[in-house]
């Protein structure tokens, strides 16, 4: 049985922005001949997509174009709140979190338009596209402070007839279902239209996915801020690939202590039966917000899906640099 390791890889380690390809080239043969068959890579930060592809290419990686809302350009509406709210925010929270708002049509339009743009571009050369950020920012802080933008305002007007929702109104079963619906509507929406151009143009549709879906070990303190839980972010990703709107799904399941690493595997393994066993590729932190996993850690990790007998896993490292003995513990797992 194959067992497929990813990494979600970044340019940031490139010295020559002119002339990268030598650069990529290394990086990717050596983690190639780690037994790394597929590169998810940032495209904010790749200084050329035709030199990643062409080096991928060469040494037999597939290309995954990783892309966020925010890359979609200038134009992207992030979440809008008044001056008082944002000090509330920063003051209680120690972030001004501000993504953009995944309510509004104006941004669904824009990612969509960049994303098309981009497979048609690439026709051949990428495998896959892969939406990280697919969510609102985030579960913690939509509580207490849901976007009041122009077009979350007309939301509020027609379904509770008021602009601004007062944390009264938010307490209320009712509305704090719809605000939760609306938003999981919207966010769907425009998986949706990433699911028809990605059919249209013969590519695979996968997305980074919160590691807390609905009620999984979380991590609430900084430099973290809450996993999630994915579906108060307008992320249902369960549905999305029980719906085959997505094809695959990396949960970005970094947890350092091992019994919370694994009972999120358990939570993953219930709520998708038998999708899990051809869409699910958990992410392992190599090195993240959340601390670091040492190689031997790695391996723990790596076994632990292999036992329950899953497709693969996708690495996070936020350095991008494997040293050998990573390398050594990709090369065991990787098949
Ligand atoms: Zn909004």
């Known amino acids: ?7 979600w890889d970044h340019c940031r380690y490139v010295v020559d922005r002119e002339k990268p390809y030598d650069e990529i080239a290394r990086h990717l043969e050596r983690m ?46 992030k979440r809008t709140l008044p001056e008082d709210l944002w000090q509330d925010m920063e003051k209680k929270y120690g972030i001004r979190l501000s993504g953009p708002c995944g309510n509004h049509p104006g941004n669904r ?43 979350c305002q007309k939301l509020n007007q027609r379904f509770f007839g008021t602009k601004t929702l007062t944390p009264e109104m938010l307490a209320k079963p009712a ?26 143009n013969s590519i695979k549709l996968t997305i980074a996915a919160r590691a ?25 990703w369960v549905q999305w690939l029980e719906k085959g709107f997505i094809d695959e799904a990396f949960p ?42 040492p190689p031997e850690a790695v391996a723990e990790r790596l076994q632990i899906l292999k036992n329950a007998k899953l497709p693969g896993a996708m690495l996070f490292n936020k350095i991008n640099t494997y040293d050998d003995n990573y390398c050594r513990i990709i090369k065991e797992f990787a098949c």
């Open 1 to 7: 049985m194959s067992f497929r390791i990813g990494i």
């Open 32 to 77: 190639r001949k780690a037994g790394v068959t597929m590169a998810d890579i940032y495209l904010p930060e790749v200084p050329s997509l035709d030199d990643y592809c062409r080096a991928a290419a060469n040494c037999g990686v597939d290309v995954e174009a990783r892309i966020t809302p925010e890359w979609a350009g200038q134009g992207v509406i």
């Open 109 to 151: 339009a824009l990612f969509v338009a960049g994303a098309e743009n981009l497979i048609k571009a690439y026709k051949g050369r990428i495998k896959s596209l892969h939406l990280d950020f697919i969510r609102n920012d985030n579960a913690l802080l939509l509580l207490d402070y849901p976007c009041q933008c122009e077009e």
């Open 175 to 200: 509305i704090a279902y719809k605000v939760v619906a609306l938003r999981n509507e919207n966010v769907t929406a425009t998986v949706q239209e990433m699911r028809r151009i990605s059919r249209e």
């Open 212 to 236: 807390n879906y609905i009620d999984s070990a979380d991590i609430t303190a900084p430099p973290v801020w809450g996993l999630g839980p994915a579906v108060l972010e307008g992320q249902d």
């Open 252 to 293: 970005m399941n970094y947890h350092t202590e091992l019994d919370k690493f694994q009972s999120l595997v358990d939570d993953y393994l219930r709520l998708l039966g038998d999708h899990a066993y051809k869409a699910l590729y958990i992410g392992v932190g190599v090195m993240s917000s959340m601390g670091v996993n």
